[in-house]
């Protein structure tokens, strides 16, 4: 049985890391998904009552009703993003605990895999025990079988969600690595953010933070001291960096702030021999993303594009419904009711018709404040058969599900960059107690029932990312391999610089985020 949800769109993936909040990499501390909030550390056992007797998961059921919004600490006054009092009430922790074994027994989608071992008595804090309700298992390859397992605090994701905003300086990383010597490299810059005002640029690698050696260091405090900088905490705190341009090196010091980001980065019209191709840099499937791609679209679609080249090689993913509605103004009326992805549960989960979504010719209607669709809007669509998508590994989740849709419904995806992270899974969030919880739930197919791509989308062409040049370049390396190709269909050779040869491994503006299949927000 589901759970009521609230009229959110459906989500995708953890965003996999790739930029400021790069933390679970350098902290060691659940990459892969190791997302916002504490991690917190299996101290003082007597975080629930050692003699009370472990719940019986078989009897469970969806019992977790039961103990929803029940708080060791309950928060108090009005919740800004429902407009409604926070609906906590006084727990304890056990309940807190209770609430998440019974709601995993339920809802994850390997429950019957998680190790029976795991006693609340040896938990003191909720996140602790939540990091351990997972499988286990590792895939042929020995990479662990669930690697976007991760919680946020429910106040920043939802910022992050609804609003596109996020604390700290409005830069992307790009990373070859967690691991000493480290190799960081400025992706993106957000207009209007710290790192703006500090002048940083595209290509920009940094070396010092906080008088710490960035690349080098590898002692427990260095890092600490690293990530302290990286993620702050409160608004108006400085941190310290150096970072090297070509011969130059160059200092800022950088206030951290809540920096919105642009979902729609850049949309552009290219003339080229075979007509004009529109360009669309896009990064985030969230609920402010709706109008963005729209209006984008309309930009497109008045000049009379007949290609278009997608760029998504930093999107994390987002709300499916987002994604479905950015796959149908690629594809066209011809897609409308077409399936954009049918969701598999557990076997206790009944089928249900909005398990399935499908393309449609209207607008869901998020809640975005002023950048609110009305529900119903018409979607302005390029009616394309054929689509360039520009990615990286940090291509993730609901950018991928864009990917397996379109191929489900026979349009040509012709996929240039990187292979992507590999997410078919996906979740929705369930916030408790000021937390919010991302765990498995389901396995997204498209129309053909393909859903095996764990290990990414190969690249039709295979290109490094290249920092050297901005997005929308024509002459930057996946944009010029993506116009060459749609022109010839032969991937040119690339002529490789130290830039282009890093690996993109994470994103993010500053908190860690994951890559994100996520349904409906849970009601609270």
């Not at 499916?320 to 009711?337: D, K, N, Q, R």
């Amino acid at each position: 049985m589901k759970s009521p949800t609230s009229p959110h769109g459906r989500l995708a993936t953890p965003l996999r890391l790739i930029g400021t909040g790069l933390i679970a990499a350098l902290t060691l501390a659940a990459c892969g998904g190791g997302g916002g909030g504490s991690v917190g550390s299996m101290t003082a056992p007597q975080a629930t009552d050692p003699s009370a007797a472990e719940p019986d998961v078989a009897t469970l059921g969806d019992a977790f009703s039961n103990y929803w919004n029940l708080c060791a600490k309950p928060r108090s006054g009005i919740d800004p993003y429902t407009g409604k009092a926070y609906p906590d009430k006084q727990g304890t922790l056990r309940d807190e605990l209770t609430f998440l074994r019974a709601w995993t027994h339920q809802n994850y989608l390997w429950y019957n895999e998680i190790p029976t071992n795991i006693r609340m008595a040896d938990f003191s804090n909720p996140i602790d025990y939540f990091n351990r309700l997972k499988t286990p298992a590792v895939t042929a390859s020995g990479t662990p079988k669930d690697q976007f397992h991760f919680t946020y605090d429910s106040a920043d994701w939802d910022k992050r969600t609804n609003s596109g905003i996020e604390l700290g300086y409005g830069i992307t990383w790009s990373s070859a690595g967690a691991t000493a010597p480290r190799t960081w490299n400025v992706a993106i810059v957000e207009p209007g953010s710290p790192a703006a005002a500090a002048g940083l640029r595209r290509g920009d690698q940094l070396t010092v933070v906080d008088g710490v050696d960035f690349v080098n260091a590898s002692d427990a405090a260095s890092v600490n001291r690293i990530n302290d900088a990286l993620f702050p905490d409160t608004p108006g705190e400085s941190h310290s960096f150096s970072l090297r341009r070509g011969a130059e090196n160059v200092a800022v010091t950088m206030p951290a702030q809540d920096v919105t980001a642009l979902s729609v980065k850049g949309t552009k019209v290219i003339d080229t021999a075979g007509g004009r191709v529109g360009y669309l840099s896009f990064e985030n499937h969230n609920a402010v993303a709706e109008r963005q791609l729209i209006d984008a679209f309309t930009t497109l679609k008045s000049a009379n594009v007949n290609g278009l080249v997608l760029d998504m090689r930093y999107n994390g993913g987002g709300l499916l419904h987002v994604a479905a509605e950015l796959a149908y103004m690629i594809a066209g009326p011809v897609s409308t009711g077409q399936v954009f992805e049918r969701l598999q549960y557990n076997d206790k989960i009944a089928v249900d018709p909005s398990d399935t979504i499908r393309f449609s010719a209207t607008a869901y209607g998020f809640s975005a404040g002023a950048g609110t669709v009305p529900k119903g809007t018409p979607l302005p669509t390029l009616g394309l058969n054929r689509v360039t998508i520009l990615t990286t590994d940090g291509t993730c989740s609901a950018s991928e599900a864009v990917i397996n849709a379109l191929r489900g419904i026979d349009v040509q995806v012709d996929v240039i960059g990187a292979q992507t992270c590999g997410k078919p899974y996906g979740f929705t969030p369930v916030p408790n107690c000021g937390t919010t919880y991302f765990s498995i739930e389901f396995k997204g197919v498209n129309a053909k029932g393909f859903g095996d791509y764990s290990d990414g989308f190969a690249p039709t062409c295979a290109v490094a990312d290249d920092l050297a040049r901005d997005l929308g370049d024509p002459n930057e390396a996946l944009l010029s391999t993506a116009l060459s190709y749609r022109a010839s269909g032969v991937c040119p050779a690339q002529a490789r610089t130290s830039a282009q040869a890093m690996a993109i491994t994470a994103r993010t503006t500053v908190r860690p985020m994951v890559s994100e299949i996520a349904i409906h927000t849970r009601a609270r």
